[in-house]
């Protein structure tokens, strides 16, 4: 039978949210001390299998709109021979009451439509993968986007040893190096050295008055919508 989970608490002296698009949740676990509206952009992408006895060439392609399948791609291979291919198109955008139920946080499945849509556009550049390519695998991400389109790092207001680490779009992974020294300079430092964390303020979106007496600013901002 399923194993009964247990709830455990670990006693922490400094803990930092950075649980990508799910990280709203946040907003009630600190007392309505900050708001963290949040846009989840679910994006299918799928991967081709490396040919057998053929080399890939290693050139990116940033492919224009194809009114034909909906679809922008962007061809990335990688040293291992696959091709990696987003630019789908078609993405879901999943609101911030959505995301804080939990909505895709277990499955974040590909969009089997998007995946013909992709397959179709691709092979319509290549002859070789049109008569022999296989895909390897396909999935979908979630993109965390706030309002504005700039992540939210630094303290939660009102509570000592909280910080937020969240919302970077599709450039997390790329901007993680000079995300986590800033962080980690704020943690152990009391400030960050490396990037003037100001403009990423957690609090920018939270009444003056709100929770613990936080002092955010709201601001209006622009949907980010589907920019790649």
């Not at 224009?64 to 922008?72: A, I, K, P, S, W």
């Not at 990688?78 to 993405?91: F, L, V």
Request: with cysteine.
């Amino acid at each position: 039978g399923e194993e009964e989970e247990e709830e455990l608490t670990l006693p922490a002296d400094d803990v930092i949210v950075s649980a990508g698009p799910w990280s709203c949740a946040a907003e009630d676990w600190f007392d309505g001390a900050v708001q963290l509206p949040m846009e989840g952009v679910k994006s299918t992408s799928i991967v081709w299998k490396k040919p057998d006895g053929v080399d890939v060439d290693a050139t990116a392609l940033f492919c224009g709109e194809d009114d034909r399948f909906g679809t922008h791609l962007e061809v990335y291979p990688r040293p291992d021979g696959t091709i990696y291919i987003c630019g789908i198109g078609g993405s879901e955008y999943i609101s911030t009451a959505s995301l804080k139920s939990g909505a895709f946080r277990e499955e974040c499945n590909a969009n089997p439509t998007r995946v013909d849509a992709a397959t179709q556009s691709f092979q319509t550049m290549s002859n070789f993968y049109k008569e022999q390519g296989q895909l390897d695998r396909v999935q979908a991400c979630m993109r965390p986007c706030p309002p504005d389109a700039m992540p939210y790092m630094g303290r939660i207001p009102g509570f000592e040893g909280a910080y937020v680490n969240a919302g970077h779009n599709c450039w997390g992974i790329a901007w993680a190096p000079a995300c986590g020294k800033a962080m980690s300079e704020l943690v152990l430092d009391g400030e960050s050295k490396s990037i003037n964390l100001d403009p990423f303020n957690p609090a920018r979106f939270t009444p003056v008055n709100s929770g613990r007496g936080g002092r955010g600013r709201k601001r209006q901002g622009d949907s980010v919508g589907e920019q790649w």
